[in-house]
């Protein structure tokens, strides 16, 4: 990969971002990684598509933030990381920023704000939805103990931006109707917003950037923001 920088952008040790390649190219990829916002994920997991899209000539700010779990974390801490650290990237006015989020991630990014687009990976649309469904093992429930709205993408539309959602349809963590739901009142609030949904996929294949379930990423980027 291309060289790489840390930007701290707060106290707290989960506080930085990792930025690889150059401010500039076809603009800011900023990524945010999944893990149902639990502390024993980090922004690791998204270093292969770091990797792909610095080779594609994006400089990318790849997010860690606090998590849940002892990590300080929760709402809206959370969101208030991940809108610090997209602050604090240095980002050319005439060049795009496009938030990529999987999962927890792709809740951070549907309500991140100010960005030229979002790429949304079998995201978490509705957080009392996934916590009476009891999806993730509990975290909804640590993440968030009430039922603000804010916190909830479904519930805070439009996002005032061009975005797309992939999901698998074979999707167990988060299941496909999150994404079909939240899709439809997308286009109900007057959103731009595509979709893809691909039969036999499951949770993580979204982010191997080796594997096919990618490619419908990187054309929509080519045809938004080529």
């Known amino acids: 990969m291309a060289r790489m920088e840390t ?3 707060g106290s707290e040790p989960s506080q930085f971002v990792e930025l690889h ?4 190219g076809r603009g800011t990829a900023i990524l945010l990684h999944g893990g149902w916002w639990r502390a024993r994920h ?11 899209l610095v080779a594609a000539g994006w400089y990318v700010a790849n997010v860690e933030y606090r998590r849940i779990d002892g990590d300080s974390g929760g709402w809206p801490q959370t969101l208030d990381d991940v809108r610090a650290a997209i602050a604090a990237v240095e980002r050319p006015d005439a060049l795009p920023a496009v938030a990529i989020g999987h999962s927890a991630g792709g809740h951070l990014a549907l309500l991140a704000g100010g960005l030229s687009g979002v790429v949304a ?5 509705d957080v009392p ?3 009476a469904e009891e999806l993730g093992e509990g975290a909804a429930g640590l ?5 603000d709205p804010a916190a909830s ?9 061009p975005h ?6 074979a999707d167990v963590r988060v299941p496909v109707e999150h994404s079909r739901d939240y899709v439809a009142a997308a286009k109900a609030a007057g959103d731009d917003v595509d979709y893809v949904e691909l039969p036999g996929v499951d949770h993580f294949r979204l982010i191997d950037p080796a594997d096919e379930p990618w490619q419908p990423v990187r054309d929509w980027l080519d045809r938004r923001f080529s």
């Open 153 to 161: 993408p479904i519930r805070t539309l439009p996002i005032g931006c």
């Open 21 to 24: 390649g150059s401010p500039g």
């Open 143 to 147: 993440f968030l103990t009430g039922d």
């Open 121 to 125: 990976l079998a995201p978490i649309t």
């Open 7 to 9: 930007l701290r952008y």
């Open 42 to 52: 980090d922004l690791h997991q998204l270093d292969p598509m770091a990797a792909d």
């Open 164 to 169: 797309l959602v992939v999901q698998g349809d």
């Open 129 to 131: 939805r996934a916590r």
